[in-house]
């Protein structure tokens, strides 16, 4: 008798879990919160701290959409996914949104079904070494040995370069960057490759940074952002114009303290109708018309997000580089919101 | 016949589908084939469904295109260029190569670990239980990556074997290598070798087919004069010395061929990042192995210490008082009946050996799992494909593996008469 | 005459036996250095034990406790070998409960209490059976308390229960070999088309329960034991018709039966994790998305079937043919005859088999990794991303598998004292 009890109320959990239809939005509303995709630990992009709260770049794009449609970037369900699971994930309606330092390239947009909706992070793929290798160029590598983590775009990259400059190499791959990164510090790999800020961020946490080196070649472009599935235009908008918010903020210098003053109405009509004083752009995306304005208030501009999670001032000390405004000379650029 | 007049008598009604006892066990069946086949149409038609939902279509052409991600570990010519079919191929030997190599080695393991337990010596009976108990209540997985971090952690790089004040050194009159990447050991080499044979999938080294031979030949002439021996010993009571005929025999041939071959040992040398040369074990291979080997060798101790128990003491003694040594004891009278109890449970384990090979992704060993069903999986997006053949291919391994120890289960089962 | 006999009159003192042969010199010359190889033997040990012990005895002893960081653990070392167990002093209550909410921890460990009163009937002759009703009850009210939510969800599930049970009395006057078919029909039935409706209805009318707590809250070492304890719960029942199958005369059902196990025994569990992460949702109506967790239990639970079947098979084959034999001369039916007779005496000896199995089961819930779950495993993951803790290795590796090894441990005990106590009273 236990399994038939077993089984009914399994029976009624799954029949409960709803289905994933179209209209994301109505049935993210109708769930009271997201489900995001997240990495199931990145330093700096994603890692639950002490009290089990998810921290990080990538998470904070997960928190702004729980701002927009929510007002609460809390009501946002973190689902942790590894370099395998993460498509099926989204593709089955596990998540509403991946957003887990996924490389944006033409086969998953058109093969795999999805829909990339912006970079969050430009990043490229290079090495790390240890400086007593004496190696201060990766067409130096020839015969070495080199850790990568699997599941990624990394080892196809890895085995172009190699074979492009007509070098050997001895691959190692692992699954997480943890594991890697202890087969690197006792030397198993004479160097590991991944995104180089995924490198920075691992190399801050080492006992002895000064002693490794970031060799200076980027063997690829890793346009990492947020991705949905296809098909649901209205959604991909929304989750695209919250990333893009937060960009503009900083483009504009709304910042978490003083867009409040702003909100109270400012002579910068991009401003006004970004903080929904003019115009209603967030009803066009079916959102509260503060939606941009809980973004900034509850997460902060993408400058924000930037320097608290992964900037310099953390120990992560990524600078800005590509991922500066374009005003800076960076590549981030929101298109206009009009 | 008679009955079957009887129940004809009436006629046949629908209601006898059920309470004639006859026809019941029909409709039953009926009703069971019924549903398992509505339950594995209903399964398919909804995969179709979906899978036009997804615009994806169900094909294995993946196979055929070009893999474009290297291997460390290959048996067979490989390169980023290759295809994700022979990538597939790949995984699939080493997987093989590190399930027998972790058999072989558990029951080497198991086999003292069981008798150790029943060794009257305290401290070693000691030790055996803990190292029993130990690795039998804590996941393979924890002790996979723990021996891989024992490997990674405790042996030295390759970089402490270079230069004045190296820290590190060679074993073994510098032919072995322990490094932390793996071990590297000599490597046989020939100077006039006999080449390759190309049969389609991959080369066979006409070497080690000719070395086989003639090592085959040595053992069989061996068996000939063994049982000359026994013949002469038959008949008239004394056994003529065979050992030098023997050695001579499985030995002089194949020092000859070698000799002939130019066989030469090629030894590991440090030269640039990594050692060069020799025969190189990686440590994903050697965690793999170890973690293994060591956790299912805790199951088969058991195996072995309950086969061994189960021969009552009775027969030892009977054996004694045949006038029998405690050698040939062994041999002729425990060791058949204890294998009686063991072989089952033991072809189980070698079946978990195998299922458990698929754990090489965590340390990443480039098994089937982690190239058909990791890296092929991932880049192509073919999933319901790549899963369904690595389940096929698990499964046949299963069926063949089992196969081939029942066959010789049967063969040292009892014969009841 | 002088008697020249001599006879004694008074007995000898007894000797001390020689100091060879009393004490801890006996003790060790029978136990330790019985034989030349013994002797070998016996200092090779004590040489691996002591070798071990000066490698890994001064990292315990300088273990620090107490530091918010693995840098600070450092600096305390200065420099100095010593373990950082101050990462589990930090996140012990992750790795026990995941993300679950700290103010909720009362929920869990009490369903895991629980837990044991549900099985003392089954585990403790001396308990009442009584208790019983209890055990019946036990799924729901540990789905209530783990998950939250309203109370009518368990409930209406319950309810499918007294629903076949009423199909089955109603029918039975009037076609006595369909009525069991309808007592299974009629609760599926419930389940599919009205638990849904009903339970929500109630819910609207009654909103009585507990804080829900999503899936994805669900971690660490409670979610090995969840993914454990359901799959052996539900996996026993489906393991003793599947037995029954294979052991059926009937062609048909024994050979799906034997398909059906052979097949999931020559499959890796981590395929069938894979599957449930990967291609159920192809396998399942558009649309459809449930839980993981749940996802992972139903393929846990048709792999722990697959062995359970086998085990029980085992015991159904220890049974005397005899006993079959009887149970037919009485003229019981099949299903009476395998209720009343056979599967009584056949559990019994499979008992020891069961709980290997669990055991089994729980170990390999570790796997559970490789599809994103944050098990023990996958938190040690998580908690090194973390750039407090990067680095840490060992202490947390030590602190899961002396976790698993107690639980383990205590289970494999457990079924040996059961063996023993089985066996006095089957010989």
């Given amino acids: 008798m236990r399994k038939s009890i077993l089984l009914g109320t399994l029976a009624v959990v799954g029949l409960g879990g709803g289905a994933a239809s179209a209209a994301t939005l109505d049935d993210v509303?109708?769930?009271?919160?997201?489900?995001?995709?997240?990495?199931?630990?990145?330093?700096?992009?994603?890692?639950?701290?002490?009290?089990?709260?998810?921290?990080?770049?990538?998470?904070?794009?997960?928190?702004?959409?729980?701002?927009?449609?929510?007002?609460?970037?809390?009501?946002?369900?973190?689902?942790?996914?590894?370099?395998?699971?993460?498509?099926?994930?989204?593709?089955?309606?596990?998540?509403?949104?991946?957003?887990?330092?996924?490389?944006?390239?033409?086969?998953?947009?058109?093969?795999?079904?999805?829909?990339?909706?912006g970079v969050n992070y430009y990043d490229g793929q290079g090495f790390i070494v240890k400086k007593d290798l004496g190696v201060a160029s990766a067409r130096e590598l020839d015969g070495a040995t080199v850790c990568i983590q699997t599941g990624t775009t990394t080892e196809l990259n890895l085995a172009d370069f190699f074979r492009v400059n007509n070098m050997t190499y001895e691959p190692v791959p692992i699954e997480t960057n943890a594991e890697a990164l202890q087969q690197y510090l006792a030397g198993a790999c004479d160097a590991y490759t991944t995104d180089a800020s995924g490198l920075a961020a691992s190399r801050a946490t080492f006992?002895?940074?000064?002693?490794?080196?970031?060799?200076?070649?980027?063997?690829?472009?890793?346009?990492?952002?947020?991705?949905?599935?296809?098909?649901?235009?209205?959604?991909?908008?929304?989750?695209?114009?919250?990333?893009?918010?937060?960009?503009?903020?900083?483009?504009?210098?709304?910042?978490?303290?003083?867009?409040?003053?702003?909100?109270?109405?400012?002579?910068?009509?991009?401003?006004?109708?970004?903080?929904?004083?003019?115009?209603?752009?967030?009803?066009?995306?079916?959102?509260?018309?503060?939606?941009?304005?809980?973004?900034?208030?509850?997460?902060?501009?993408?400058?924000?997000?930037?320097?608290?999670?992964?900037?310099?001032?953390?120990?992560?000390?990524?600078a800005r580089g590509l991922n500066a405004q374009w005003t800076q000379g960076g590549l981030q650029y929101s298109p206009p919101f009009r | 016949m008679a009955i079957f007049s009887d129940s004809t008598r009436g006629g046949f009604r629908l209601g006898m589908l059920i309470y004639d006892t006859r026809y019941r066990s029909?409709?039953?069946?009926?009703?069971?084939?019924?549903?398992?086949?509505?339950?594995?149409?209903?399964?398919?038609?909804?995969?179709?469904?979906?899978?036009?939902?997804?615009?994806?279509?169900?094909?294995?052409?993946?196979?055929?295109t070009r893999a474009g991600y290297d291997i460390n570990q290959r048996f067979v010519a490989y390169s980023s260029d290759s295809t994700h079919g022979q990538a597939l191929l790949v995984g699939l030997l080493n997987t093989l190569f590190l399930a027998a190599i972790a058999c072989a080695l558990a029951t080497v393991v198991g086999v003292l670990a069981g008798i150790g337990r029943l060794s009257r010596n305290w401290i070693v009976a000691r030790l055996m239980t803990v190292y029993i108990e130990t690795f039998r209540n804590?996941?393979?997985?924890?002790?996979?990556?723990?021996?891989?971090?024992?490997?990674?952690?405790?042996?030295?790089?390759?970089?402490?074997?270079?230069?004045?004040?190296?820290?590190?050194?060679?074993i073994l009159w510098d032919s072995v290598a322990i490094t932390n990447r793996g071990v590297y050991i000599p490597e046989p080499l020939f100077t006039r070798g006999l080449g390759d044979l190309d049969i389609g999938v991959f080369l066979v080294s006409l070497d080690l087919v000719a070395v086989l031979i003639v090592g085959a030949a040595g053992i069989y002439a061996h068996l000939i004069i063994t049982r000359h021996a026994e013949a002469v010993q038959n008949a008239t009571g004394t056994r003529p010395a065979t050992w030098w005929k023997s050695l001579a025999v499985l030995l002089l041939p194949l020092l000859a061929l070698l000799w002939a071959l130019g066989f030469h040992p090629g030894w590991p040398e440090l030269k640039g990042f990594n050692f060069q040369g020799g025969i190189y074990m990686r440590n994903s291979l050697i965690a793999m192995w170890l973690?293994?080997?060591?956790?299912?060798?805790?199951?088969?101790?058991?195996?072995?210490?309950?086969?061994?128990?189960?021969?009552?003491?009775?027969?030892t003694e009977a054996a004694r008082a045949l006038g029998l040594r405690p050698g040939p004891t062994t041999r002729l009278v425990i060791l058949p009946q204890a294998l009686r109890v063991i072989i089952p449970p033991l072809i189980s384990q070698y079946l978990n050996i195998t299922k458990n090979t698929s754990l090489a992704l965590a340390v990443g060993y480039m098994d089937l799992r982690s190239t058909l069903g990791g890296i092929t999986l991932n880049q192509t997006g073919r999933e319901l494909e790549a899963m369904m053949l690595m389940m096929l291919i698990y499964l046949v391994l299963s069926l063949i593996i089992s196969a081939a120890m029942n066959l010789y289960n049967r063969s040292v089962r009892l014969k009841e008469r | 005459?002088?008697?020249?006999?001599?006879?004694?009159?008074?007995?000898?003192?007894?000797?001390?036996?020689?100091?060879?042969?009393?004490?801890?010199?006996?003790?060790?010359?029978?136990?330790?250095?019985?034989?030349?190889?013994?002797?070998?033997?016996?200092?090779?040990?004590?040489?691996?034990?002591?070798?071990?012990?000066?490698?890994?005895?001064?990292?315990?002893?300088?273990?620090?406790?107490?530091?918010?960081?693995?840098?600070?653990?450092?600096?305390?070392?200065a420099g100095a070998e010593g373990a950082c167990f101050a990462v589990i002093h930090d996140r012990w209550l992750q790795l026990l409960f995941g993300f679950y909410p700290d103010t909720l921890y009362w929920r869990p460990t009490l369903a895991f209490l629980l837990l044991f009163v549900a099985l003392a009937p089954a585990l403790f002759p001396a308990v009442p059976r009584r208790l019983l009703w209890f055990t019946a009850v036990y799924p729901g009210l540990a789905y209530l308390l783990l998950w939250g939510g309203t109370i009518w969800g368990p409930l209406v599930a319950l309810a499918g229960v007294p629903v076949g049970v009423a199909a089955f009395l109603a029918l039975r006057p009037a076609l006595p070999l369909l009525a069991p078919a309808a007592g299974l029909v009629a609760p599926v039935l419930w389940w599919l088309l009205a638990a849904g409706p009903v339970a929500g209805l109630l819910a609207a009318a009654l909103p009585w329960g507990l804080a829900p707590v999503g899936s994805a809250k669900f971690g660490g070492f409670m979610l090995s034991i969840i993914i454990g304890i359901t799959g052996i719960a539900v996996s026993l029942p489906l393991g003793i018709l599947l037995a029954l199958g294979r052991k059926s005369d009937l062609f048909l059902v024994k050979t799906i039966c034997v398909g059906f196990i052979e097949f999931i025994r020559g499959v890796p569990l981590i395929t069938l994790l894979f599957t449930a992460s990967l291609l159920l949702n192809y396998f399942l109506p558009p649309g459809t998305d449930f839980d993981i967790i749940l996802r992972v239990v139903i393929m846990v639970t048709l792999f722990a079937a697959a062995y359970m079947a086998e085990v029980i098979r085992g015991g159904l084959a220890a049974i005397p043919r005899g006993?079959?034999?009887?149970?037919?001369?009485?003229?019981?039916?099949?299903?009476?005859?395998?209720?009343?007779?056979?599967?009584?005496?056949?559990l019994k000896v499979a008992i020891p088999g069961i709980v290997n199995t669990f055991i089994g089961l729980f170990k390999d819930t570790t796997l559970v990794v490789f599809i994103g779950l944050l098990d023990p495993i996958g938190l040690s993951t998580a908690i090194r991303a973390n750039t407090d803790w990067n680095g840490i290795y060992w202490e947390l590796f030590l602190f899961i598998g002396a976790m698993f090894f107690v639980f383990c441990f205590l289970m494999s005990r457990y079924s040996m004292h059961l063996e023993r106590r089985l066996k006095t009273d089957h010989r």
């Fill in chain 2, 138 to 170: 804590i996941p393979v997985l924890l002790w996979i990556i723990v021996m891989m971090a024992i490997m990674t952690e405790a042996m030295p790089a390759p970089s402490a074997f270079r230069g004045e004040d190296a820290t590190a050194s060679m």
């Fill in chain 2, 291 to 315: 973690a293994l080997s060591v956790y299912t060798g805790a199951f088969i101790a058991e195996i072995v210490r309950a086969g061994i128990l189960a021969v009552s003491r009775g027969q």
């Fill in chain 2, 26 to 64: 029909l409709t039953i069946q009926v009703g069971f084939l019924f549903l398992a086949m509505a339950g594995a149409a209903w399964l398919v038609d909804n995969t179709v469904e979906n899978l036009r939902a997804l615009g994806k279509d169900f094909n294995y052409g993946f196979l055929g």
């Fill in chain 3, 1 to 77: 005459m002088e008697e020249s006999r001599f006879v004694r009159t008074e007995m000898l003192a007894p000797q001390a036996p020689p100091l060879g042969e009393i004490g801890w010199i006996r003790w060790l010359r029978d136990n330790l250095f019985s034989s030349w190889l013994n002797g070998a033997l016996t200092l090779l040990a004590g040489a691996a034990v002591v070798w071990l012990a000066a490698g890994i005895g001064p990292w315990f002893a300088n273990a620090v406790w107490n530091a918010g960081s693995l840098a600070e653990c450092r600096e305390i070392l």
């Fill in chain 1, 29 to 117: 509303r109708a769930a009271g919160q997201i489900k995001c995709g997240v990495s199931t630990g990145l330093a700096g992009f994603s890692a639950p701290d002490a009290n089990g709260v998810w921290q990080g770049f990538d998470v904070s794009v997960c928190r702004a959409l729980g701002a927009a449609i929510f007002a609460d970037p809390s009501k946002v369900q973190f689902v942790s996914t590894t370099g395998q699971t993460r498509f099926t994930a989204l593709a089955s309606g596990e998540v509403d949104v991946l957003a887990r330092n996924t490389t944006w390239t033409l086969s998953r947009d058109a093969d795999l079904k999805f829909t990339f909706v």
């Fill in chain 1, 207 to 318: 006992a002895d940074p000064e002693n490794h080196i970031i060799l200076p070649e980027i063997i690829s472009k890793e346009p990492l952002g947020p991705l949905v599935r296809q098909g649901d235009d209205e959604w991909a908008d929304i989750v695209r114009w919250s990333l893009n918010a937060m960009i503009a903020a900083e483009e504009y210098g709304i910042t978490s303290a003083n867009v409040d003053e702003l909100a109270k109405g400012t002579t910068n009509p991009e401003i006004n109708r970004l903080l929904g004083t003019e115009g209603n752009l967030g009803a066009m995306l079916r959102l509260d018309p503060a939606w941009a304005r809980n973004i900034i208030t509850m997460v902060g501009n993408y400058g924000e997000v930037f320097n608290s999670t992964i900037g310099e001032a953390t120990p992560i000390g990524l």
């Fill in chain 3, 323 to 346: 006993q079959y034999e009887a149970a037919d001369s009485l003229g019981l039916d099949y299903w009476k005859a395998m209720r009343l007779i056979v599967l009584p005496q056949a």
